[in-house]
């Protein structure tokens, strides 16, 4: 925890969807409540683009959860 591992990480796989893949944008998401990989997201640059109201499960009756998700394009991971 606190290295900096799951952000370089993330980098180098930011990298290799916009330069090997030829990607024009990367999505991501979280679970509501998970700080730590929404400070991951936006510390890779990241921006929140749209929440979602989900069921957990398949079967009626299963809570619902509200996942975030971010984007990042091409253009924006250029400038970062």
């Known amino acids: 925890w606190g290295q900096g591992l799951i952000p ?7 990298r290799w969807c916009f330069t ?3 990607a024009a944008r990367v999505w991501c998401g979280h679970s509501p409540g ?5 400070r991951v997201i936006e510390k890779c640059g ?3 683009a749209v929440s979602m109201t989900v069921r957990a499960a398949l079967l009626d009756g299963m809570p619902k ?3 975030l998700y971010y984007k990042i394009t091409r253009k924006e991971w250029e400038h970062d």
């Open 8 to 14: 370089e990480a993330v980098r180098e796989l930011l």
């Open 20 to 22: 090997e893949r030829g």
């Open 46 to 48: 990241f921006k929140f």
């Open 65 to 67: 959860y509200e996942p």
């Open 34 to 38: 998970n700080d730590k990989s929404r």
